[in-house]
């Protein structure tokens, strides 16, 4: 009998497919999208996908027979496969490393892999193997586990099908997704206590809360009125502190009072099939979806640019229920996987179980149960909604019918490190394509890219300027801080005007939002003597300066190191701090406001497991009086009781040496902005700047989005920026400053043979990482010229590089359409 041979994806950074025989055995087992059991080098085993079932035998060498076929049906559509290879070619990386983003770490299993016990499992009730026992009692007694060591235990050469087994019954997890920072999302639910099953008991507490207590008895009525509503009487605690007008002291109270019980669980899980009608759109609303639903008639993308507060959300929730009705599946993208805690709550009111929640922070075993029921969902045509980041674009959908890509503009849909270096915005468009389905980005400030494309037709566009309610946008009032610093008027970095504002809605009962686009408390510290200033071992940055922590810590590579007593260079202890971040305002507010309650919102604050939905609790309830944070205020968070927002220094944003800095300003500036006023009544906006006469402030104030488009569109086709010619940012990083140089040149040299508008070899800003010395260069090309023949003549520059000495141990990222 003829062999028969197989190609496969390997999940290795590796620019080609590998080909292994396929045994008799599992000859009728194999098919494209199923996993096989390879081995791989001298030692390794990997779980591939299988890319084509038709492959010829390899020249030169021997093809390794495949161990096992690992799948009943393909975990990999053909739809899905097309994806990637149109990511490899358009983002120029492996295919591995697509085939490694895509996946759930549960489907690409290796040798190396490290398996532990999941910390919620149930092990009750769950009959178990001999060898998952063995494997599971050994678990016990160490942290994890390779397969390898498994392998031993066992005396077994493939336990494959045993660790599957123990990952499908929930028992273990695979390390690399036990993350420090991984939140499992949970909620505070409220429940009528046993105790209240007794009506004499129950009146007699009414009547005393009738009496004493009644804010405590309308958190009790609602409470009864909200329960049947919800599985086993359950209510989301902030739903019912929202609509009873009460506080979590109020609900506490209740609690000793034997009421009530509060519980935190996991909040995915407790959806309900009972669904609430929709919001009435209002005529501003009802005439976008209308223009929405003809623009789909002729074209497959559209952009809705709505101002913030318009209620994008509600016409969202439309389309999405229309292509349910009609059987399909829907995805709905946002760019941060923290956006999703708030979305869920709206969505599954609406959608109940159909709603499924896909991100990165998930563990393993969640990822992959969405991964299986959306396999699953191709045979029974079950239709679903699936809300998550950027990693959302790779699930196996079968029947897309639509997809929703809301705040399009955020740089959060760009993948950095590692590859693929994809765009989620980009990407969900091809996904579509592949399924003739229909795709709507949302914006208040669209990307550049993005209105240029309906501009010129490519994209139909609808725009939706009317805010809710017929609310008037915030008055926005610049504040010169240079003359203010001059005359002394600044209290630390608070103008008058702020102080008095923040001071008026405070005393109105009204919350705020000061916005400063830098963490830390101080982000330089100097020898006031000669100038000194602590810089991190392994970067060219300046150390930042923690307070709480009295550390100094690199924002690139983690490095800490204690703030000296003295300066090492001169030895004087004249050690002054300059410039601030978060932490540090927040520190100054508790000495304006010493009665108030101020919480901090960036990276550093929300690290903790579930620091980031407390923060945010506590702000919706009304707890926190004054939120400070980072760019993580600005991104699509809706608070009805914010009526001032404070920008504290608008020019660290404007002079950001990147061709992207105005564009970026502007949305950031009209973003956090738009958190004020959004319910109700007017909101404000105080904007602090040394050039409060800058283009773009100007813009701001004026909320003039279009006039900003056409002044940056022509600074782009002037540079040949942007959306008129395409980018690709090269970076090599090696060990070596000389070589990484010499090794820069010589790349730089044969590219430019293929595109003169190349610019560099040059340093960046930060030019050594981690102890790896970096040169980038830019290669510019005309959009005149097609994609594949720029694929063709980069990968030709990049196939005469190689063949140079000094290309050897010098590590090349090639990052497609920056941003």
Not at 88 to 97: A, E, P, T, V
Not at 331 to 339: F, G, Q, S, T
Not at 741 to 760: C, H, N, Q, R, V
Request: hydrophobic share 40%; net charge positive.
């Amino acid at each position: 009998m003829s062999q028969s041979f197989i190609e496969v994806i390997v999940p290795v950074p590796l620019p080609r497919l590998f080909t292994y025989s396929v045994g008799e055995e599992w000859m009728h087992q194999v098919g494209i999208g199923k996993r096989v059991l390879v081995p791989f080098g001298n030692q390794k085993i990997y779980a591939a996908v299988i890319n084509n079932i038709n492959a010829v035998a390899p020249e030169g060498y021997v093809a390794k027979a495949i161990i096992s076929v690992l799948d009943d049906v393909p975990v990999v559509t053909e739809k899905q496969l097309a994806l990637w290879q149109w990511i490899q070619k358009y983002y120029l990386c492996n295919l591995g490393d697509v085939m490694h983003a895509a996946l759930p770490a549960a489907l690409k299993l290796n040798s190396e892999t490290k398996i532990v016990l999941n910390p919620e499992a149930e092990l009750q009730n769950i009959v178990l193997t001999d060898d998952e026992f063995l494997v599971m009692e050994a678990l016990h007694s160490v942290k994890s586990l390779t397969l390898k060591e498994i392998s031993k235990i066992l005396d077994r050469k493939y336990v494959f099908p045993v660790v599957k087994s123990l990952m499908r019954k929930n028992i273990t997890l695979s390390v690399e997704d036990v993350k420090e920072d991984f939140k499992i999302p949970l909620v505070h639910y409220v429940k009528l206590s046993a105790a209240t099953a007794d009506a004499d008991f129950l009146k007699k507490e009414f009547d005393k809360l009738e009496k004493k207590a009644p804010k405590q008895l309308d958190v009790m009525m609602q409470q009864m009125m909200l329960s049947p509503h919800f599985p086993d009487g359950k209510v989301p605690q902030r739903e019912l502190l929202k609509k009873s007008g009460g506080n979590t002291t109020t609900l506490q109270q209740l609690v000793k009072k034997n009421l009530l019980t509060i519980t935190l669980e996991k909040e995915i899980g407790h959806r309900t099939d009972s669904k609430t009608d929709f919001y009435v759109l209002n005529a501003a609303q009802q005439d976008a979806l209308n223009q929405i639903q003809e623009g789909f008639t002729s074209k497959k993308v559209g952009l809705l640019h709505g101002v913030t507060s318009s209620g994008k959300t509600e016409i969202y929730i439309r389309l999405i229920d229309n292509c349910l009705k009609k059987g399909k599946q829907a995805l709905y993208l946002l760019p941060e996987i923290a956006l999703t805690t708030q979305m869920i709550h709206r969505l599954e009111k609406h959608f109940g179980k159909s709603l499924l929640v896909y991100h990165s922070r998930f563990n393993d075993n969640e990822r992959a149960t969405t991964w299986t029921k959306l396999i699953e969902a191709s045979s029974n045509e079950e239709p679903f909604l699936v809300l998550g980041a950027r990693s959302a674009v790779f699930l196996p959908f079968s029947n897309l019918g639509l997809v929703i890509v809301d705040e399009e503009h955020e740089p959060s849909y760009k993948q950095f490190d590692p590859a693929p270096r994809y765009h989620a915005r980009d990407t969900a468009i091809v996904l579509a394509s592949l399924y003739d389905a229909d795709v709507l980005l949302g914006s208040a400030t669209p990307s550049i890219e993005s209105y240029y494309n309906a501009r010129r037709g490519k994209y139909f566009l609808t725009e939706l300027f009317a805010r809710h309610a017929d609310i008037a946008p915030p008055l926005i009032q610049l504040v010169n801080i240079k003359e203010l610093t001059l005359r002394r008027q600044m209290k630390s970095h608070f103008s008058p005007l702020l102080i008095q504002s923040m001071e008026v809605e405070l005393n109105k009962g009204k919350q705020i939002i000061l916005f400063q686009n830098r963490r830390g408390y101080a982000p330089v510290i100097q020898c006031h003597h000669c100038n000194w200033i602590p810089h991190c071992n392994n970067c060219d940055v300046a150390l930042t300066y923690y307070k709480r922590a009295d550390i100094l810590r690199c924002h690139y590579c983690g490095y800490t190191a204690q703030i000296p007593l003295k300066c090492p260079s001169c030895g004087e202890t004249d050690l002054r701090q300059h410039g601030f971040g978060t932490e540090k305002i927040e520190d100054e507010l508790q000495i304006f406001f010493p009665e108030k309650k101020i919480a901090r919102l960036d990276l550093d604050s929300t690290r903790g497991k579930h620091s980031y939905k407390e923060i945010i609790y506590r702000f919706e309830t009304r707890e926190t009086d004054i939120l400070v944070g980072t760019q993580m205020v600005t991104k699509g968070l809706d608070f009805d009781n914010v009526s001032l927002v404070g920008i504290l220094n608008a020019d660290s944003l404007i002079n950001f040496p990147d061709f992207r800095a105005y564009e970026r300003s502007f949305q950031m500036l009209q973003q956090v902005s738009g958190r004020a006023g959004r319910k109700n009544e007017q909101g404000k906006v105080i904007i602090q700047s040394y050039n409060p006469s800058h283009t773009i402030l100007q813009f701001v104030v004026n909320n003039d989005y279009k006039a900003f488009i056409d002044f940056e569109l022509a600074e782009r086709q002037k540079f040949h920026y942007p959306p008129y010619y395409r980018l690709t940012e090269i970076t090599l990083k090696g060990k070596q400053p000389d070589r990484t140089d010499e090794a820069a040149k010589i790349l730089s040299m044969e590219l430019k043979k293929y595109f003169p508008d190349t610019m560099g070899p040059v340093s960046p800003v930060v030019s050594r990482i981690k102890n790896y010395y970096l040169r980038t260069i830019m290669v510019k090309n005309s959009k005149k010229i097609s994609a594949s023949e720029t694929r063709a003549a980069m990968l030709a520059a990049f196939e005469k590089y190689r063949l140079h000495e000094k290309s050897k141990n010098i590590l090349v990222h090639i990052d497609v359409d920056p941003v």
